[in-house]
């Protein structure tokens, strides 16, 4: 569940069967407090319902064309009504769902939301679409983030594989070779990051984790190459402190490239939208 907030209007936004469904119910309120009424006119519409009936023909094999063909004969007349839950049930339909509890109320597929909030207002239609279009946007962030995360959490591995094979002897016990690996690692930290481990807790007591999950994606990239060359180095025997001089240089020669290739980018964005 995301909220995104569209005109001063709090939406929900939820993901079902990996598509995002947006609250009708939400946008509804842009309208009245009666969010079902609003709905349930909507859903009366002709046209409402030949979208609706088109949009699950093509991307619901499992729709009931029958069932709609006779809400589309009926729709418009005076008499006829629908709601949600019984468009669902009577054409198995999958792009709304009705939901109960907490977070309840009628929820649509992406498509027929925007379509909904069209004809609420179109003015609102572009505000929550360019809400919805930031929302996917920091999602995008946050997916290439954890995956950077993870590219520095698996050559870590191959990191502290260097320092067993090379750095610690055979007979020496668990708690010194930790401290081996501890002072390797702030080797990186140093190098990346300028401050060790222990310094960044003592100037960050009030953040959870490490570091490390703090680093920006630009920060993540270098980090894992780092560790490769880190690796690498230490197989060679190279000696820490020479180690360090070259990871620092490396750092800044690559943090700059990242930097300048992201500012690239950056204007290239700028100057589509002139």
Request: glycine share 4%.
């Amino acid at each position: 569940m995301t909220k995104i907030m569209v005109d001063d209007i709090s939406v929900n936004v939820v993901k079902f069967q990996d598509s995002d469904f947006i609250s009708l119910t939400d946008i509804a309120k842009r309208k009245t407090e009666e969010p079902n009424t609003v709905i349930g006119n909507w859903m009366r519409n002709r046209n409402t319902i030949e979208y609706l009936g088109t949009w699950e023909t093509l991307y619901n094999p499992n729709f009931n064309p029958i069932e709609f063909e006779g809400f589309k004969k009926e729709a418009g007349l005076n008499a006829f009504t629908l709601s949600p839950s019984k468009w669902v049930a009577a054409t198995n339909a999958c792009g709304i769902v009705v939901k109960s509890g907490r977070y309840g109320g009628t929820y649509a597929h992406r498509d027929i939301a925007f379509k909904f909030a069209s004809w609420i207002s179109v003015e609102f239609e572009l505000y929550l679409y360019k809400e919805f279009q930031r929302l996917k946007a920091e999602e995008q962030k946050q997916i290439g983030w954890t995956a950077k995360r993870e590219l520095a959490k698996l050559n870590y591995h191959i990191h502290t594989d260097a320092i067993k094979q090379n750095l610690i002897p055979p007979e020496l016990d668990s708690r010194r070779a930790a401290l081996v690996y501890a002072d390797e690692a702030d080797v990186l930290n140093v190098a990346m990051f300028g401050i060790t481990a222990r310094e960044w807790r003592e100037a960050n007591p009030d953040k959870k984790g490490n570091i490390r999950d703090y680093a920006t994606i630009n920060e993540l990239i270098c980090l894992a190459n780092l560790e490769s060359l880190n690796s690498v180095m230490i197989d060679e025997g190279i000696p820490q402190r020479e180690r360090l001089i070259r990871l620092n240089r490396t750092a800044i020669r690559q943090m700059q490239v990242l930097e300048e290739v992201h500012s690239r980018n950056l204007l290239k964005g700028d100057s589509s939208q002139d």
